[in-house]
């Protein structure tokens, strides 16, 4: 039997887990650099790194961390980035998973070998509902291929959403299911019915128009879902 601090807590998820707006992290190598370009860091500020759930949990845990929800992401990435981690997961290990909304796409990039997440929406409102926003497009396709992908998206997904999210969301829910049962604590948390139960970074710090979890937030997360792990 493995000792406690043996073993790891997994994150999978989008900027709900990725702890978007405190901690910057998701923004990979140089990330210290990276986040001064982002206009939200320069309202926000530094000091909140510590607060986001995910590591309240794994610090109450005394497990190690690691995180690799990406804000973002979609329910497409992060059920490849689950998947591409099982082979590391051990026995006293703990997975948290949260599925995110499905107007958001991998879509390859024009010239490089990768993938660019691409979404239309979001901005949440305060009863949970969506607005779009255009310019959450990438600008690498050309305007004429954009016009396509937001099409795509809005006309397309977004009449009927509903059949992607329940074909993602159960695949990532299968993985919890059986991860739980070779002795790995794993939970799926769905961003697109929770997260607007939160306090938002624009009540924490009204002027600041994000929705995003603020320190409060988090802490309640936390101690929502903390019986979900013991």
Known sequence: MSK?????????GCSMTSGHGLNWEWMGDNYQERKKNNELWK?????YEDTIFPKLLSQHFGMQYKNYAV??????????????????MKEGDKVWVNSTWPMRFPVP???????????????MNNDGSLDFQDELIPSIWGEDR???????IQSVVGANSQPLLRVYKTALYDITLHLNNIGIKSFL????????HYEGIKHWKPGIEDAHPS????????NDVLKEFI
């Not at 406690?4 to 999978?12: K, L």
């Not at 024009?110 to 901005?123: H, I, K, Q, S, Y």
């Not at 320190?215 to 936390?222: E, Q, V, Y």
């Open 189 to 196: 948390w769905d961003a697109t019915e929770r997260a607007h």
């Open 4 to 12: 406690v601090e043996d073993n790891t807590f997994w994150f999978f």
């Open 71 to 88: 804000s973002g992401q979609s329910n497409q990435t992060i059920l490849v980035q689950l998947s591409n981690c099982l082979h590391l």
């Open 146 to 152: 954009n016009e396509v992908i937001k099409l795509y």
């Open 215 to 222: 320190p409060n937030g988090h802490k309640n997360i936390f």
């Open 43 to 47: 309202k926000v500020g530094d000091g």
């Open 109 to 123: 990039h024009p010239e490089a070998d990768l993938l660019v997440e691409t979404m239309v929406p979001m901005w």
